[in-house]
């Protein structure tokens, strides 16, 4: 999560240095924890960032 918000990484890229073996996995499992995609998340944090 610390990555989505304040980094402009790619999600696949978030996803390798969470340990993910896969973007795919790595967004299964974060939309089942927090019930919102990581990109979602990500373009949270960046609209409030431009205000």
Known sequence: MELLESTNLAI?????KAGF????I???HFVQKYG???K???KMFK?????
């Open 40 to 42: 979602a998340w990500q």
């Open 21 to 24: 073996s896969s973007e795919q």
């Open 12 to 16: 696949t890229e978030v996803s390798e």
């Open 36 to 38: 919102i995609a990581p």
């Open 47 to 51: 609209s409030k960032s431009t205000r």
């Open 26 to 28: 790595y967004r299964k």
